[in-house]
């Protein structure tokens, strides 16, 4: 196993340096493997954050702000949504939703004159003592509540130390709803018998396949390392485990002039916090 593939064991599940370094390879022209997700396009949705609240009134606070909200002419009061994290004292206030496109050669996000219009009636908003009530305002990417099974399929809840990386999904030009994306693709593998998982970051959307203990990582007396039987044979086990595809397609890497794909790796299963 090479140094980079050594590496990528050590690092938690979420591997933002793993594309990165991929920046400059070439994309492949291979098929997707059948995965019916991959040919999806799904509309990117962003909403504005107004304020983020913490402490012990955090509810009590963020829902008299939204009266607030709702009571402004101009503001669409079914627009409003407070949400609220008992566990980590904690709310957010957000407001709208906005379908935003990216440019196919730059990659830029538009900005809607809607949600121009809105952040700036926001953002302006005054307290009695014309203090600015949301001067954080922020727009976001909007995140689907997730249904109760499909929580259940969260990469934190998988049993073992490892599980195996088989795609990757992020913003690219019309290539969007990342998230959305990976809840598809874990459905569509579960829906086959296959025990998949999703891992949510705030750009990428990472899915997994099986879940493996310690064992999984052996390590020679030469100090080089090798993945156990067990990895070995799930990924050969479906053609389509043998890669990490990105957005549906397989990145081709060169080395001593000789392409191959990007493959399949391990990555250490992440645990929620108590």
Avoid at 86 to 108: F, V
Avoid at 200 to 229: P, W
């Amino acid at each position: 196993m090479t140094t980079q593939a050594i590496a990528r064991l050590r690092v938690p599940a979420v591997l933002l340096t793993l594309l990165l370094a991929l920046a400059g390879c070439e994309s492949g022209g291979r098929s997707n493997g059948g995965f019916q997700v991959f040919t999806r396009r799904q509309p990117e949705l962003w909403t504005i954050l107004c304020t983020e609240l913490t402490g012990p009134y955090h509810r009590e606070n963020c829902l008299a702000l939204a009266d607030s909200l709702r009571a402004t002419p101009d503001i669409r009061s079914g627009d409003v949504r407070p949400e609220h994290n008992t566990a980590e004292q904690s709310s957010r206030l957000y407001y709208g939703k906005y379908r935003r496109r990216r440019h196919p050669r730059t990659n830029r996000l538009d900005t809607s004159k809607q949600l121009r219009n809105d952040m700036f009636l926001i953002f302006n908003l005054a307290d009695d003592q014309n203090r600015r009530m949301f001067g954080a305002a922020r727009a976001v990417r909007y995140i689907q509540p997730e249904g109760l099974a499909l929580r259940q399929w969260a990469l934190t809840n998988a049993p073992g130390t490892y599980s195996l990386q088989i795609a990757v999904f992020y913003p690219e030009g019309d290539f969007t709803g990342s998230r959305k994306l990976a809840g598809q693709f874990v459905a569509e593998l579960r829906g086959e018998g296959h025990e998949a998982y999703f891992h949510h970051e705030e750009v990428m959307s990472m899915v997994t396949i099986g879940s493996f203990d310690e064992s999984a990582v052996i390590t020679r007396k030469d100090g080089t390392i090798q993945l156990s039987e067990e990895v070995l044979r799930l990924q050969a086990a479906d053609p389509r485990f043998k890669y990490n595809y990105q957005n549906g397609r397989v990145i081709n890497k060169k080395l001593d002039d000789t392409k191959y794909g990007s493959p399949s790796f391990l990555v250490r299963i992440p645990r929620r916090l108590p």
